[in-house]
């Protein structure tokens, strides 16, 4: 079993910025998929990166070159790094861990979940 606990996020104005942190307990994240997924208010959930456990990001076009995902496998953590947010980046934010790397883009490649943290952006 993994337990994923996410933290960072808050309420920010347009424009600004947020580091979104996932720890993880249980077993060690090097040899998982981790991704990062969004849901906001009447709205599906939605895949916004991921990363392999070599490093490689993989990231939803509505959030390239804005967002940026990390891992630090010694500290079993991950991390999304959130850049001129927009109102439309409100969402609750998942952390997830999976092993598929063919599906590593949609929730089902995935079995592992935190909680969420909220991020709201204000215009």
């Known amino acids: 079993q993994v337990q994923l606990i996410e933290s960072g996020g808050g309420l920010v104005q347009a424009g600004g910025s947020l580091r979104l942190s996932c720890a993880a307990s249980?077993?060690?994240?090097?040899?998982?998929?981790m991704g990062w997924f969004r849901q906001a208010p009447g709205k599906e959930r939605e895949f916004v990166a991921r990363?392999?456990?070599?490093?490689?990001?993989y990231y939803a076009d509505s959030v390239k070159g804005r967002f940026t995902m990390s891992r630090d496998n010694a500290k079993n953590m991950v991390y999304l790094q959130i850049n001129s947010l927009k109102p439309e980046d409100t969402a609750v934010y998942y952390c997830a861990a999976g092993r598929s790397y063919s599906l590593a883009s949609t929730s089902s490649g995935y079995s592992y979940w935190g909680q969420g943290t909220q991020v709201t952006v204000s215009s």
């Open positions: 249980g077993r060690t994240l090097s040899s998982y998929v």
């Open positions: 990363i392999w456990s070599d490093g490689t990001t």
